[in-house]
């Protein structure tokens, strides 16, 4: 998960363009990067931290021009710690090509080695996105070799790399001197929408991964990349579509809709805060047919991403919905952590209980979902420090039982509390009274209702379903490998920044 915004427009576009990356904050907070084109000449600038610590005024000042891409990072692969790994990506041939990506590569192994042996281009990093932009670069030689380039010929290279890449993955390219090019997987994974605005000189376009962005900077909808689709928008704002899959299907990650999005985005026509609601329509039969309402006192979001589903299952089984948490804004999600530790540790610092909703009362805590376990652990300790008599404990969302290849912080079986464990044994293992999750079929169901297009849902992370077909027991145990190995240095580079910290405050 990554937010991505590129813009053509005919103004500058620094600031516009790190307005957009802050309303894709929640999508990644390990690193920004932004970069802008003036003529053929590109201006990068990217670093680890949040996109207000990373862009400073003097940055700002050295990314002239008025066409333009941005990222905020969350790792999914490689190394948390390497800023070479921020995005954007840059290669000079063919063209000049910067990229930025949202998603996860299953098969970025074997590309690479494709890439070395067949196609004659080294991989520096441990990122996919290096592996995706030069693939691209590739295609696009290919595709440009000796002519002039026009977009049927950037089309015709975006139909090879479908055919070379595997996974999930919404992309946003500039090449130098010619526009943007943005472009979805051919399950429409992860999300990818564009809008303009007009002006007297002619239209500015926007492609962002959700729909605030565009809102949030005065860009007027004008409708999601479909799957498989590719888009150029040329340097006078036209744009240009086509079809580049070969059978295309809407498949939109259900973990978009129960946490990772902003509820006020729409995604592929389907409003986040609704498809929230209705879960918190379906979870609370499930509480009714699992444990009588009359045992509880009042319902009680986790901050932030439940509160909907929170508020439609307290008016539903006839409860009190109350904030028993407040939550200091000024710490990351905790699920976008890197470190399993790192992330236990922030739990407190990010959630502070109201002990007068808690006191004496069997609360129902709604969460949109549990992943590891151990924030839902030390959340149910604190209702009851705070003395709630009993604490129940509902996810919004079906057990997480299977591993993430897509672009989602999930990859590994090991970190899943649900894998391998009973409802009981995870009851017991996070100290709630009672547990009740979401059903994987109404959930499924009352979302799809929202948009009657809607082929299916990626959910491998509750069903076990991997789409894209390619996926195998060998791929989770590289993966299992690839994120042992990215751990330590993760720890390795928090030790380092660490010593970096305490070497510059003794000097």
């Known amino acids: ?5 590129g813009v053509i427009s005919r103004t500058p576009v620094n600031q516009l363009i790190y307005d957009a990356l802050l309303l894709l904050q929640h999508r990644g907070q390990d690193a920004a990067g932004i970069v802008t084109m003036q003529g053929t000449k590109c201006f990068m600038h990217k670093a680890r931290g949040m996109v207000r610590d990373v862009f400073r005024t003097r940055n700002m000042r050295a990314l002239p021009g008025n066409v333009g891409l941005g990222q905020v990072r969350y790792p999914t692969a490689g190394n948390a710690f390497n800023e070479e790994e921020a995005q954007p990506f840059y290669v000079n041939a063919p063209y000049g090509i910067v990229l930025v990506h949202n998603g996860n590569l299953t098969n970025a192994h074997a590309l690479k080695q494709e890439l070395f042996d067949v ?3 080294h991989i520096n990093t441990g990122s996919d996105t290096e592996v ?9 030689e290919l595709a440009g070799r000796d002519v002039p380039l026009t977009p049927a010929l950037i089309f015709k290279a975006v139909k090879a790399v479908h055919q070379r890449i595997k996974g999930s993955y919404g992309v946003i390219a500039l090449i130098a001197g010619y526009g943007l090019l943005a472009f979805r997987d051919p399950y429409g994974i992860r999300p990818l929408v564009y809008g303009q605005i007009d002006t007297p000189d002619g239209p500015e376009v926007m492609v962002a991964s959700e729909t605030v962005a565009l809102e949030g900077t005065g860009h007027r909808i004008v409708r999601d990349v479909a799957p498989g689709e590719a888009i150029f928008i040329d340097l006078e704002g036209r744009v240009h579509a086509e079809q580049c899959a070969a059978a295309p299907q809407l498949h939109p990650c259900m973990f978009e809709y129960v946490y990772l999005a902003r509820p006020d985005s729409v995604i592929d026509g389907i409003s986040v ?10 979870l609370a039969q499930r509480v009714i047919n699992q444990m009588p309402p009359s045992e509880i006192d009042v319902v009680i979001p986790i901050p932030e991403s439940s509160r909907p589903a929170a508020m439609q299952l307290a008016q539903k089984i006839g409860k009190p919905y109350r904030e028993g948490f407040v939550k200091n804004r000024y710490v990351g999600r905790t699920f976008i952590m890197p470190g399993q530790g790192q992330r236990k540790k922030s739990v407190r610092q990010k959630l502070n209980a109201i002990a007068a909703e808690f006191k004496g009362r069997n609360v129902l805590l709604v969460d949109d ?5 151990t924030t839902s652990k030390e959340i149910v300790q604190m209702a009851r420090e705070a003395g709630a008599n009993k604490v129940y404990m509902a996810s919004a969302a079906p057990p997480v039982r299977y591993p993430n290849v897509y672009g989602i912080d999930m990859p590994t079986s090991t970190e899943l509390i649900a894998h391998g464990r009973t409802q009981e044994e995870i009851r017991a293992y996070i100290g709630a009274d009672a547990l009740i999750y979401q059903d994987v079929d109404a959930m499924k169901r009352v979302v799809s209702q929202l948009n009657p297009a809607i082929v299916g849902f990626e959910a ?3 069903d076990g379903q991997y789409i894209t077909g390619d996926v195998s027991a060998a791929d989770f145990e590289a993966i299992q490998t690839q994120r042992t190995e990215a751990r330590k240095d993760d720890e390795d580079g928090e030790a380092r920044t660490r010593l970096t910290l305490q070497s510059r405050a003794e000097g």
Do not use: K, P, W
């Not at 998960?1 to 915004?5: A, E, H, K, P, R």
């Not at 979902?369 to 376990?373: A, D, E, L, T, W």
């Open 1 to 5: 998960m990554c937010g991505i915004v």
């Open 119 to 121: 196609d004659r281009r």
């Open 132 to 140: 995706l932009i030069n693939i691209l670069a590739h295609e696009m």
């Open 273 to 282: 805060y609704q498809a929230r609601l209705n879960m918190g329509e379906t």
């Open 369 to 373: 979902s549990i992943v590891r376990g």
């Open 460 to 462: 491998s992370c509750f």
